[in-house]
């Protein structure tokens, strides 16, 4: 990448697949943003770029990629494939530029202890600008995609409860599914994660409650 598509690349703003960091002094909020791309489509973290699209650069830039490296090599779990390349500007500050694939192998979790404790561990996906951490029943259906198998289940009292409340509502909750279902929150949490896989809802993942709906027909 030269110093041109650098800038049309920055023009584009933030978005699901574009995040700019302007320092690496709390590498963790990268490694929350590289582990978000390789949960979800795959993007471009972009080190030395302001929010308000201003391209500064980093004036050591071997130790930033230094620090960047050995982060996402201690703390994320499995490993995650990427790649940095340097964009050089005038002022021999330069910008790094991680490029993140969706990954095969996925969920990627942070583990912020991975000696001491191991199972103190999160998820992050990709939601519009934002790297959110992931709900449990985000996790499961990560895991579900990468089994490549096919979902069976059976059309039982819940799910008639479940469809006619989306048919007279815009979405629903696991909380609220299991309410008015009359059902656990773990039953009620397994039913939506097996409809999602199913293709039959979507989820919309939040940092506050994930929201279902029925999938869009296309």
Do not use: W
């Not at 500064?56 to 050995?70: M, P």
């Not at 494939?81 to 500050?93: A, F, H």
């Not at 409809?195 to 994930?210: F, G, K, N």
């Amino acid at each position: 990448m030269d110093y041109q598509a650098l800038k049309n690349l920055v023009k584009r703003g933030e978005g699901s697949s574009l995040e700019f960091k302007l320092k690496t002094n709390h590498p963790e909020k990268i490694i929350r943003g590289i582990v978000a791309f390789a949960n979800t489509n795959g993007g471009i973290m972009l080190i030395g770029v302001a929010d308000d699209k201003t391209i500064r650069g980093l004036k050591y830039a071997d130790e930033d990629e230094y620090l960047l490296v050995r982060a996402i090599n201690k703390y994320c779990f499995p490993r995650i494939s990427y790649t940095i390349d340097r964009v050089q500007l005038y002022d021999e500050r330069e910008v790094l530029v991680i490029r993140v694939p969706p990954s095969p192998t996925r969920p990627h979790y942070i583990i912020p202890d991975p000696v001491n404790d191991p199972d103190n561990k999160k998820a992050y996906v990709r939601v519009a600008d934002k790297s959110v951490q992931a709900s449990r029943e985000v996790r499961e259906i990560l895991k579900g995609q990468q089994a490549e198998r096919s979902i069976r289940f059976t059309y039982g009292d819940k799910e008639h409860k479940l469809m006619q409340h989306l048919g007279e509502h815009s979405s629903i909750t696991v909380d609220l599914f299991a309410s008015i279902a009359g059902i656990s929150r773990k039953i009620a949490s397994r039913t939506l994660v097996l409809l999602v896989l199913a293709h039959v809802l979507e989820i919309h993942p939040s940092d506050v409650m994930d929201q279902y709906t029925t999938r869009a027909v296309s």
